[in-house]
């Protein structure tokens, strides 16, 4: 990373490391799959000789990628509704300063989907999720009053019977 232009900085709380591209103003954090009981500590990656983040169902992100150039760098992101997919379904699980900056990207996201019609995108990631993940997202949905049943449903019926769950 150092030979592109990147410094490591270990500096962050948790032990956590992230590499900084200061001319072309990019942050670059690595982050693992968190699966079982999971841990609050950061995780040794003994290949890259770095500590990293483990993160729950990074599955969402991962599946649904797009690639963008930024700053003449290419780099593979996930997609907005995978981006909003996964942060309704983790919201409950995060800190309660962190849930608010969530549900704000959540709603700025899901207007971008809205405004570039691109619902039958994030109606394929929702298809994609487990039950456990959609009952998730639904309730952070309900409880912060975001709307997203558009999106999810197919008609009239689907709406109703998603309004009974809830």
């Given amino acids: 990373m150092e030979e592109t232009g990147f410094t490591l ?89 962190k849930r608010e900056k969530d549900i704000q990207a959540i709603d700025l996201v899901l207007e971008y989907i809205r405004a570039n019609q691109r619902g039958r995108f994030f109606k394929e990631v929702w298809n994609s999720l487990t039950k456990k993940q959609k009952m998730s997202a639904l309730s952070t949905a309900k409880e912060n009053h975001i709307e997203i049943d558009d999106m999810i449903c197919d008609d009239f019926e689907s709406l109703c019977v998603l309004k009974m769950i809830f």
């Fill in 9 to 97: 900085d270990a500096s962050r709380n948790a032990g956590i490391h992230r590499f900084l591209h200061e001319d072309v103003g990019m942050e670059i954090e690595f982050l693992l799959q968190e699966r079982g009981q999971g841990s609050a500590e950061a995780h040794h990656v003994e290949s890259l000789g770095i500590r990293v983040q483990g993160l729950r169902n990074l599955d969402i992100l991962s599946r649904f990628t797009m690639d963008v150039a930024y700053n003449d760098i290419d780099i593979i992101v996930p997609t907005p509704e995978a981006y909003a997919a996964h942060k309704l379904v983790i919201n409950s699980g995060r800190a309660e300063a």
